[in-house]
């Protein structure tokens, strides 16, 4: 059992320890924190959060550093997150201000999270598995070509260049749009792609230009259905690399691979204010017991998704969470704007 002192020593030495990478001893704790207190008695509440496995020993100095489970406990019992200064909030506004489009929007998002923390930034996509189709177009770029373009209410977009097996001409082109939008305009993402699924599989549609169109059509759909993530700051690791323990090949296959680092990024728990951190050894399961992220949840037309960064156990929890927060709030606000523009 910690107490409220504990838990203030506690801070004090995740704290130094972030800052300076020197484990802490307890006349450093004296010297620059005011507890109002002997050394000895710090010294005494250091030995219980060692017994709690909450600090260690690095070797055989006087001071100690954080562990894994001693982070889980400082950011379990943040009061509050560093507030982020007028400069860096102007510089997210000023970053994410009139985007392209939804892909331009999330690599920017990705960009300046990196640059505020300095460590790798994630960004989980708005789902767009429920999202309804709002427009398909068809543009013919050659007599057997087709540019495809599908759009839906969740701010996604596909385009896709398609061969056709057959010449069509104007009159061609406006008949397979309009029969195409009739049946997948207003509907679900997968609503969409089990009606042409149907289609397909009638042995009466025999328009060949029709069934190739359905299948480029189909293939799009799932990937709206798919999960994806954008990422920056890669970098940043070979930089951080004295900061882990181990190797970090694993987080730089996590990072080319994607697979684990979504599941990973899904089933972090949040907490009342959408903030979620998974810390060191709990995320050995997915192969990144070397690592932490921090994440926030931002909202978007069709649910929630998450924003975050990825580095060492070392790391700034609060500066990073409040950096996490603020771009959540900005990216929502940004696509709240773009789905009541429509």
């Known amino acids: 059992m910690v107490t409220e002192r504990g838990l203030q020593v506690l801070r004090a030495i995740v704290q130094d320890y972030v800052e300076t990478h020197e484990p802490v001893g307890s006349r450093t704790i004296v010297d620059r924190y005011s507890f109002g207190v002997s050394a000895a008695t710090i010294r005494n509440d250091m030995a219980l959060l060692e017994d709690e496995e909450l600090i260690a020993a690095p070797h055989t100095s006087s001071g100690r550093v954080p562990t894994d489970k001693g982070y889980r406990v400082f950011v379990n019992h943040l009061a509050q997150l560093r507030p982020l200064t007028v400069a860096q909030r102007s510089a997210i506004e000023s970053f994410l201000a009139d985007p392209a489009d939804l892909d331009d929007l999330m690599a920017r998002t990705v960009r300046v999270l ?13 789902s767009f598995a429920r999202a309804h189709l709002t427009h398909l177009e068809l543009v013919a770029l050659a007599p057997s070509r087709m540019l495809v373009v599908l759009v839906t209410d969740a701010g996604g977009v596909s385009q896709r260049m398609t061969p056709l097996p057959v010449e069509l001409d104007e009159a061609d082109v406006a008949v397979l749009r309009a029969r195409l939008s009739a049946l997948i305009t207003g509907r679900a993402v997968s609503d969409a792609a089990e009606r042409l699924q149907t289609l397909l599989t009638d042995d009466t549609t025999t328009d060949a230009a029709l069934r190739a169109l359905a299948t480029v059509i ?34 730089l296959e996590a990072i080319e691979e994607q697979v684990t680092l979504l599941r990973l990024m899904s089933e972090m728990e949040t907490d009342v204010h959408g903030l979620a951190a998974s810390i060191g050894t709990e995320n050995a399961p997915f192969g ?18 998450r924003v975050g960064v990825m580095g060492p156990t070392r790391m700034d929890y609060p500066s990073n969470l409040a950096a996490a927060r603020a771009v959540a709030l900005y990216l929502s606000r940004m696509l709240d704007e773009d789905e009541a523009s429509r």
Do not use: C
């Open 288 to 305: 990144l017991g070397e690592a932490s992220i921090v994440a926030s949840n931002y909202a978007a037309p069709s649910g929630t998704a």
């Open 218 to 251: 189909i293939d799009e759909l799932g990937e709206f259905r798919q999960e994806r993530l954008v990422m920056a700051g890669a970098a940043t690791l070979a930089r951080r690399e004295q900061d882990f323990r181990g190797s970090i090949h694993p987080l």
């Open 114 to 126: 990196t640059q505020l923390t300095g460590q790798v930034a994630l960004a989980q996509y708005p």
